[in-house]
């Protein structure tokens, strides 16, 4: 029996050729896109070091200099007790959990203010290693977010320790020294020079850039002075799960009469559900794509299969007819089909492991958890492939293959 | 053969073969309607569509990257008016060239005794009007004496207008933008998201706008150039100009220690659209790149796909391939009525394709046109001035050739080797 599968795959080569070398692209290109979403979803499941369900960001403007209402005696610091004001008013709000203000600070905002972290005592075994941001805050800021520390200190420690001035830093950020940041709360650190020494209060989760990314290295500070509360340009809230409910509409509708304060007005009140889906826009449109391609390449395969075989099975009506009329059963019909397909594929599948492989070695796919290759992670994403195409090929066959079995000896062979 | 019988003879091939015709057609069908998705999806971000009427003639300068001497201290983001007017404004060869504020920000509009309504807006300079073309449907646009002597005026979109007013016709009228008194100097139709650069629902002066004067680090401030040249050929000369202009404004600002990297700017549309990243050049040839092997792949599986069925086809025509042969038809004769035939098939599919793309590029624009790092939350309108370019129906017919090329050319040249004596008894080899 699977002498002469051999022997038929065997003479009908130039049409089977053609498959080989449609499901090697194809699975070469699934491979990759496989290892594309095996990556991103590691990343994307990883905890997240913050939270912005029912957060919301309230937009606020200056009253323009042409306006009748603008005040040109407010300097900087009246600025400032304004905007303590603005968000004093918006946190007594009943649906609001907590509010803060920030610089270039909340999550998925995109832009970024660096920053140099030293160990104080020894500036030389600890300093950071690339890019950190500099998170301007007011200390209910980790409660807006729901920051986590990495000790398992909750949103309110964190935010008592920011009101005493100590700064919180991501744990892993001297991770490439083996150190843990938790173990170093209560400790000293220098930011950007000597002058600016500072008290650990805890080493929070890391809050990663983006759902995308790992990478989130983090200080936050307490904001000291009106004039850094003037350069505060986000107000950010978190709102009672219980009331998560027209909120925008609410303040927009309250903005006239309560948050006209000073030169200051709020303009705009943005759910964070959207300022997170623009900001990753590029990263979903990329897996939107990739997934449209997926779907394009299984569904050829099917269409591929579903056409050849449908051909072949017309040929071979005759050669079907006698098997039956020897005694082969409609299943034993449909097995020899669909293994003739599968077998085609595991043809195709080893020189495309090897394709796989070498991409991975020389790096053309993506880069995660410290390389392009992994015991789980390769056989992964090529075993999970090599099944999505055989369930297209079952699938492509299934429709030739019943019209096969349903083929009735006498009739077939009448001609003969 | 006349080009009638070889229609004829492809409508009886489709309904002879009517499950092979059905796949054949659905195959080329789905690649030629992915890949016109992939090019709309370029083509947004790349041709011309009023009022960006002149992508093809523009240069942008949207960031400004700056370090201190030593190269510490490095600065990406907008600037300040005084660096445009400075370094790029100024400059002799462009037709025009505008200053406009690089985000849209939100804000509120009212008149008195309404309720405020939320919109983008972008302050402009008064050239703004002459690089971007916009539809005045009433009013006209602020002029260089309102920017030069700071009068507070708005050009708002028909949309907003009706929101607001209740009328379109509102050029002269006074409204609140953020509470200060503007003039209304005319009404636009409404603008796409996709229009990056024209895209706001309402334009104010920029030098009646506290965004006028608005600078951080010295040189940076809010606002973003575009720079309108005569023609395309006239890019390098620009460049060329704007480099002494960009050394002699270094010069000016020698005391303050920054230096102004260029990174190649100004960008051309092409480059501008994938510049995300205010600090990183961007790399134009690495992305045309991966869209060479994003057509490549949709070309390539399909195109192997169809080959085999066309081998399939061919296979239950050798007698007559035989019969035609023997009367003396040549080889690439045969290969050429092959080739020709199955473009039919291909043309077919691919109008189909086209259509459906067409559709789905309406129905889907928010999932399909949604531009990354947009500034506003408002969803990506489409129309068939943005959709449908002449050169969209070139890329179709280009690629269902190419598709059809790649699919009947091999197994057209197989068939037309068959034996003469094997094909007339109806064997294939």
């Not at chain 2, 400075?86 to 505008?98: F, G, I, N, R, Y």
């Amino acid at each position: 029996m699977n002498k002469k599968l051999f022997t038929q795959i065997k003479n009908e080569w130039r049409t089977n050729l053609w498959l080989i070398i449609e499901l090697l692209v194809v699975s070469v290109v699934l491979w990759y896109i496989v290892d594309f979403f095996y990556t991103k979803i590691s990343v994307r499941t990883l905890p997240r070091g913050f939270n912005t369900e029912h957060c919301y960001r309230i937009d606020f403007n200056y009253v323009n200099i042409k306006s009748p209402e603008f005040n040109p005696d407010i300097n900087d610091s009246i600025n400032a007790v304004h905007m303590r004001e603005l968000l004093d008013r918006i946190s007594r709000r009943p649906e609001v959990e907590a509010a803060s203000l920030s610089q270039n600070s909340y999550p998925y905002n995109g832009s970024n203010s660096g920053i140099w972290v030293y160990y104080a005592d020894d500036r030389d075994t600890l300093q950071n290693d690339g890019y950190v941001v500099r998170r301007w805050v007011t200390p209910d800021f980790v409660r807006v977010f729901r920051y986590t520390g990495a000790a398992g200190e909750t949103s309110e420690q964190l935010a008592e320790m920011l009101k005493e001035n100590k700064i919180l830093i991501n744990n892993d950020l001297f991770m490439y020294r083996g150190v843990e940041l938790k173990d170093y709360a209560g400790k000293k650190f220098a930011l950007d020079d000597t002058t600016m020494i500072h008290t650990l209060g805890a080493a929070i989760t890391t809050p990663r850039y983006s759902d995308y990314q790992t990478w989130g290295s983090t200080v936050l500070i307490n904001v000291l002075n009106d004039r850094q509360v003037g350069w505060c340009g986000e107000l950010c809230i978190r709102v009672k799960p219980d009331m998560d409910h027209d909120v925008i509409e609410n303040i927009m509708k309250d903005a006239p009469s309560q948050y006209r304060i000073g030169n200051l007005m709020v303009t705009d009140v943005v759910s964070f559900d959207d300022i997170r889906d623009n900001f990753q826009r590029l990263w979903s449109n990329q897996e939107r794509n990739y997934y449209a391609g997926m779907g394009f390449l299984l569904f050829n395969i099917f269409l591929g299969l579903l056409g050849t075989f449908w051909f072949r099975t017309q040929q071979r009506v005759s050669e079907i007819a006698i098997r039956k009329a020897n005694g082969a059963t409609s299943t034993d019909i449909f097995r020899r089909l669909i293994s003739e397909g599968l077998l085609l594929l595991v043809v195709a599948t080893i020189p495309a492991t090897l394709i796989d492989i070498g991409l991975s070695w020389y790096g053309y796919n993506q880069w995660f958890d410290d390389g392009y290759m992994g015991w789980v992670r390769t056989p992964a994403t090529i075993l999970i492939s090599f099944a999505l195409m055989a369930l297209m090929i079952v699938l492509g066959i299934l429709i030739p293959a019943r019209r096969a079995m349903k083929i009735k000896p006498a009739v077939a062979l009448k001609d003969e | 053969m006349k080009l009638t019988t070889i229609f004829r003879s492809t409508w009886f091939q489709m309904r002879h073969q009517p499950v092979l015709s059905i796949v054949t057609i659905a195959g080329t069908a789905l690649s030629i309607f992915l890949i016109m998705i992939v090019v709309m999806m370029q083509e947004v971000t790349t041709a011309p569509f009023a009022p960006e009427s002149n992508r093809y003639r523009l240069l942008y300068y949207s960031f400004l990257s700056s370090s201190y001497e030593d190269g510490d201290g490095e600065c990406n983001g907008p600037m300040a008016y005084t660096t445009a007017r400075q370094m790029l404004l100024s400059l002799q060869t462009p037709e025009a060239a505008t200053a406009y504020q690089g985000i849209v920000t939100s804000a509120a509009l009212s008149i008195p005794k309404s309720p405020n309504v939320k919109v983008d807006m972008r302050p402009v300079d008064n050239n703004y009007w002459k690089v971007f073309d916009f539809t005045f449907i009433d009013g006209a646009p602020f002029t260089q004496a309102d920017f030069d002597a700071g009068l507070p005026k708005i050009v708002i979109t028909e949309s907003i207008a009706r929101k607001v007013f209740g009328t379109t016709e509102v050029a002269g009228r006074e409204i609140l933008v953020n509470l200060a008194p503007f003039t209304v100097s005319g009404v636009v139709k409404d603008v796409s998201t996709l229009a990056a650069k024209a895209y706001a629902q309402a334009w104010t002066n920029l030098s009646a706008t506290n965004t006028f004067e608005q600078s951080w680090n010295t040189i940076h401030g809010m606002l973003s150039v575009a720079i309108l040249a005569n023609s395309r050929d006239d890019f390098d000369k620009i460049r060329e100009e704007y480099e002494k202009a960009h050394d002699k404004y270094e010069d000016e600002i020698k005391s303050t220690g920054r230096k102004i990297k260029s990174l190649s700017r100004p960008y051309d549309q092409e480059t501008e659209a994938i510049a995300f990243a205010s600090n990183i050049e961007p790399d134009l040839p690495g992305e045309r790149r991966s869209r060479l092997i994003v057509y490549l792949i949709l070309l390539i599986v399909p195109a192997i796909n169809l080959s085999a069925m066309t081998q399939s086809r061919l296979k239950q025509r050798t007698a007559e391939i035989g019969v035609r042969r023997s009367f003396g038809c040549t080889r690439s004769r045969i290969i050429l009525d092959i080739i020709t035939e199955n473009l039919a098939i291909t043309v077919i599919a691919g109008i189909i394709g086209l259509i459906l793309s067409v559709i789905f590029g309406y129905l889907c624009n928010n999932l399909l046109f949604a531009q990354p790092f947009s500034q506003t939350m408002n969803a990506p309108a489409v129309d068939s001035s943005i959709l449908l370019h002449w050169s969209t129906f070139g890329w179709a017919m280009i690629f269902c050739f190419i598709l059809n090329i790649l699919s009947s050319g091999l197994p057209a040249i197989n068939a037309s080797r068959t034996g003469l004596v094997n094909a007339l008894n109806g064997r294939a080899n």
